[in-house]
């Protein structure tokens, strides 16, 4: 059979009718960290390959997925299943791992209270599995759900993103803002990457930190959906609890409430893994960028996400019980201290803590410019446009 | 050459003339989790080995070790090094990582006001690389320090490890107490791990935890003194982080204070690396026992030490600043459950939160007793005989 493994990508021939999971461990390739298709149907590690497949081989990143032995059966309805959930000890059919998905939103959004009924919700989505599941999985659920993309001119990878983006909202009938970095605000990500003194990634996050929030201000949206996992979560408290930054620790939460000049922010996938997304957004036939971000190499994230994989495949549901067992136990210990004031950034008027906020001081560092208040022809100018996030589609 | 693999030992012939980092990189060998020796010496890994070069490498499982290119040296005294300690971007010669070992040690007993003037300490023995060369540091550091040595029943492993805590004893001119579970509790490790509920690891760890305290408090030791590492208290951290076990965080601290029945536990090893300890023991010529439990195979504690060596790996100081970061910066906030009342325990009179000790529960599901309050006759007989740890090896 024809093996194509994905990013990156090479094809391998393996004789031989094989089951899936030893076609993986001939390959050297963890199960729990891929999905496995033939003909847009997802595999499970029991099924047989023969001679004539063609497969793929598509890493998620992480997850749940099987025991030897026997045909499983989906948990719910008894019907052949395809997928499997290791940390749940269950597999499901396609129609009820559809359920099973929108029953843990449905979940996270009721405990956290995080949307209201007729609260406008804006999910940040980036061309991922995750961002693109949870718009799919909230039309569905029939909030009032506009996309935002933010363009991060990453060459084609930012192309590719963008065109899926506006393919999705095409295709579902839905709204959606696109936002150019560059061309709002003078930068991209691989210059920032190379003239600030954050890493790449960082500043990347703080970026699209800023420009969701004010976006979502801008255009009256109550609520900023993210797309970020189980697998995201844990691993951002596991890289937060190794140094013990309790701050970080204290505010890594599903929901965080609007504040002056911040709107609302909720993660309503942070009870389904990132192998959970994943098969969702392909067995719901998403085209979403498969492609990792190629200036992500090496980032310290991903390692504590492969530490958490590691611990997850000794013990299933390593993760689930770190993350949710925090917010149950642990995060009341650590919330003491309380949030700091904050003011507008004098330059930017966004909240902030300091004089200037983080975002300002990347963007002067970037631009080689200074920092300072806006004089008063700018701050009219300001408020008498509507210089925000342009392009916007609608379904 | 020829390479003495060791644990499990295999010897393998490698051609030519190679660095160390060399020889390991083609045997898929971690530097970082090994000592190098040839002929008694240890190696760094920029030296050179030759043809007729015979090396034993020994795994530590853990800690410092190495940067490529020129010939290292002693941060303190500019001599030769021949261990290097990644974390502290630092390498010693012999004489100054002694000095910095003794250091570590004396500063684990100051910061945590563990052992006072005149203060008599009983150090628990395995035979192990950590709890001999804490021994050894203790002595050196002239404090009154006695050994106690719990036989196990392990087989070979455990007659060889008391021959090694008794030669140690007998060369350095100090005391050990040498107790037999199953003489004096009618049962050995592998029999507990067969019969009862508990994990083999678990039920080894509770008796040893029981025995070592009952017995110090019958010598009339004021101090009980145990051999864990940074490695082994990170481990255990992470453990207990992971499944968010508050009450076990609050009590992993370097020292437990004294209590009605429970004597003061101190840890003077937890700023120093299992590299640390065991390139200590080593060089000083301490005959340790390298093999590990035969018991032990698919721990947990195991799994989380290697998870914490992978992101040591990427990152040098993770887990320093994983454990001491938890004692400067969290411990605080774990600390408020008030301790949970103690009463004797209705069988053995040692203290417990419930009517009969964990020990006593153990003991009678692996013996097929029933607990009961022992009988008038057995207490009279208790409080006028000695009944209680019997070889003493004087020095």
């Known amino acids: 059979m024809r093996v194509r493994l994905r990013n990156p990508d090479r094809d391998v021939d393996v004789a031989g009718a094989r089951r899936v999971r030893e076609v993986l461990a001939d390959l050297s390739v963890d199960p729990d960290t891929v999905l496995v298709i033939r003909e847009r149907t997802l595999l499970t590690r029991e099924d047989w390959l023969d001679e004539a497949d063609e497969i793929e081989v598509r890493p998620v990143i992480s997850g749940g997925a099987g025991r030897a032995g026997r045909p499983l059966r989906c948990r719910r309805c008894k019907e052949p299943a395809v997928v499997e959930l290791r940390r749940h000890n269950a597999a499901f059919c396609r129609d009820c791992f559809f359920h099973y998905v929108r029953e843990q939103v449905r979940r996270a959004i009721k405990d956290h209270d995080m949307l209201a009924p007729g609260e406008r919700v804006m999910v940040a989505v980036s061309g991922g599995k995750d961002s693109l599941a949870l718009w799919d999985i909230l039309l569905d659920l029939e909030y ?11 060459g084609e990878y930012s192309d590719r993103s963008a065109e899926v983006v506006r393919r999705f909202a095409k295709e579902r009938g839905a709204e959606v803002v696109m936002v150019d970095l560059r061309d709002e605000y003078g930068y991209d990500i691989p210059t920032a990457g190379r003239k600030g003194s954050r890493s790449t990634c960082a500043v990347c996050g703080l970026s699209k930190r800023y420009v969701f929030n004010r976006a979502a201000l801008h255009h009256g949206f109550d609520v900023v959906a993210t797309g970020h996992n189980l697998d995201d979560e844990a691993a951002t408290l596991l890289g937060n609890t190794l140094r013990w930054q309790t701050e970080y620790i204290a505010r890594q939460f599903p929901v965080l409430p609007a504040r002056e000049g911040m709107v609302k922010k909720v993660k309503p996938l942070h009870r389904l893994s990132e192998l959970e997304t994943a098969a969702y957004a392909f067995m719901r036939g998403i085209d979403y960028v498969v492609e990792e971000c190629p200036l992500v190499a090496g980032n ?31 995060a009341g210990l650590f919330a003491d201290g309380a949030a700091a004031a904050l003011r507008p950034c004098e330059q930017c008027g966004q909240p902030t803590t300091g004089r200037f906020c983080a975002f300002c001081r990347a963007q002067a560092q970037i631009l080689g ?22 392009e916007i589609y609608g379904g």
């Open 369 to 390: 410019r200074r920092l300072a208040p806006p004089t008063d022809a700018q701050v009219a100018a300001e408020s008498t446009s509507e210089s925000m996030p342009t």
């Open 144 to 154: 009032e759900a506009t996309g935002m993309y933010l363009g991060l001119g990453i």
């Open 300 to 330: 310290t994230q991903l390692k504590h996400k492969e530490a958490m994989n590691r611990l997850e495949a000794g013990s299933p549901g390593t993760k689930a019980q770190f993350y949710l067992g925090y917010l149950d136990r642990a």
